[in-house]
């Protein structure tokens, strides 16, 4: 065999996973398609997020918060290994609203999971004179936030680097522009053909490609029930210091350009921009934080999140191929301390491992019954 774990898919959740096992002693492959591919991982919007995670599953908020705990220990090894800066901040974030109804009616979805949980889920309501206070830019539409001391952003571009280099320089082949097609059983392992007829040989296998999945999963005896969804992004010029804390829809960047985002279409493979998207993006982040009017938009990009029927991960070994793991996830920098930490366990059958079960896609079998 040319390695004991074959990694399908080279973003940040397959790198993260092929980060973690390396740090528990197992040698890895990583094989990424290219460019070619649709790549959530550099269409992200970097946030590490815990508020409105698993409103409907509890289990995903206690998932959510152990990644958004780790990653301060993620940031500092790979800083202390590569030297690379991921300007992690971790100091709270905000959900706003410009409906003071809305606010009221997302107030009481957190205060029925903070019950579920025993009363461990912290988060607090501020109106419009409160966010003022901590946010003086606001503008005079917003009615007030929710706001979790938990969340925080980081550089998601430095992360996708910074995890490739420590991932090969800790002995991991990470192999680029090489489109896996075909993954079959052998003696000992599988044997995995690529798009040009090479062929490579693993024990075991990770299927973290994202949409790729769709064409790789039901062949290894997954439903593979994942879907494209459209989202947009927008940044602006470098400009002073607008915000202190980031919200899901607008965040100021480490360089100092403003990041706005947060829109979601149906819309198949479609990954290109729309106008209609883009303004009302650019209008929404004015009402947000008025100075913004005169700001210059530099780029803009559409990007396809990775999702499942009802937006949680995916963790699943396959009924028909032992040894062989589906991973996929829409969160993929919230959960790359987890995926880095924790899944390592599960993939290798520790008796340790977090228990994941409630993430199989044994649960839509349930749904659909």
């Known amino acids: 065999m040319d390695t004991e774990f074959a990694i399908v898919g080279g973003g940040v959740v397959g790198l993260s996973i092929a980060y973690g096992l390396l740090n528990h002693g197992h040698s890895v492959s990583v094989l990424d398609e290219g460019d070619g591919a649709y790549r959530a991982s550099r269409g992200n919007f970097g946030l590490i997020w815990v508020q409105g995670k698993g409103l409907k599953q ?9 990644s958004a705990a780790a990653w301060k220990d993620l940031a500092e090894q790979l800083t202390a290994r590569t030297g690379e800066d991921l300007s992690l901040v971790q100091d709270g ?8 109804d809305a606010l009221d009616a997302d107030r009481k ?3 029925t999971l903070q019950a579920e949980l025993g009363g461990d889920y912290p988060f607090e309501v501020m109106g419009r004179n409160a966010l003022r206070s901590e946010e003086p830019n606001i503008g005079p539409k917003v009615a007030g936030a929710l706001y979790c001391r938990e969340d925080g952003h980081v550089n998601p571009l430095r992360l996708l ?3 490739s280099a420590e991932v090969r320089h800790a002995g991991g082949d990470v192999r680029v522009n ?5 993954i079959a059983g052998q003696a000992g392992g599988y044997r995995l053909i690529m798009s040009d007829g090479s062929a490579f ?24 029930p994942i879907s494209p969804q459209q989202g947009q992004v927008l940044i602006t010029e470098k400009l002073p210091k607008l915000m ?5 829809e607008v965040r100021q960047v480490d360089e100092g350009g403003v990041q706005i985002g947060a829109s979601s279409a149906e819309l198949g493979f479609d990954d290109r921009e729309t106008l209609e998207t883009t303004a009302a993006l650019a209008r929404n982040a004015v009402d947000m934080y008025p100075a913004l009017r005169s700001a210059r938009v530099l780029r803009s990009w559409a990007a396809l999140r990775i999702m499942s029927p009802d937006g949680l991960p995916i963790y699943q070994q396959s009924p028909t191929h ?12 919230t959960l790359a301390a987890a995926h880095a930490r924790f899944l390592p366990l599960w993939l290798t059958g520790q008796t340790d491992a977090p228990d994941l079960s409630m993430f199989s896609e044994e649960r839509f079998r349930v749904q659909a019954a």
């Open 201 to 224: 040989g693993a024990e075991k296998v990770v299927l973290a490609a994202g949409l790729g999945a769709l064409q790789l999963g039901p062949g290894l005896g997954f439903r593979t």
């Open 109 to 111: 979805k957190y205060e």
């Open 161 to 163: 680097r910074t995890l």
């Open 93 to 100: 974030g905000y959900v706003v609203h410009m409906d003071e």
């Open 178 to 182: 090489t489109q896996v097609k075909e």
């Open 244 to 248: 202190n804390r980031p919200n899901v």
């Open 322 to 333: 032992p040894g062989v793991f589906f991973v996929t996830c829409h969160s993929g920098v």
């Open 58 to 66: 509890p289990a995903y908020t206690r998932w959510t918060r152990a």
